[in-house]
């Protein structure tokens, strides 16, 4: 990942905070490069940075990936989750003691 940012626009981290909405302070900064942010699609994503001289260096096409990974709609599953199952089964359960009185 890193090598394609040599490629592309490079900003400073300031910078690239300045073209996320919200307006997000130095520490939302560090916690997106470092740790990343949980999209709608449940995942955590991180913003791709480099490291040049002692300072890190992004890319406004990277923060523009990172927005997109974010807000992209959540894949849906083809298994569902154990509580879900948990919860369905005691619903079919409700459902059918109701049904035989």
Not at 17 to 43: E, H, V, Y
């Amino acid at each position: 990942m890193s090598n394609q940012l040599l490629n592309e626009t490079l900003i400073t981290i300031p910078t690239a905070l300045k073209l996320i909405p919200g307006n997000p302070g130095p520490a939302t900064g560090s916690r997106i490069i470092m740790r990343g942010a949980r999209g709608q699609d449940g995942q955590l994503h991180r913003l791709e940075t480099i490291k040049v001289c002692r300072r890190r260096w992004t890319s406004e096409e990277a923060v523009q990936r990172w927005l997109e990974a974010i807000n992209s709609p959540p894949v849906p599953n083809a298994e569902p989750s154990p509580s879900t199952r948990q919860r369905r089964s005691v619903a079919a359960k409700l459902e059918l003691q109701e049904m035989l009185g």
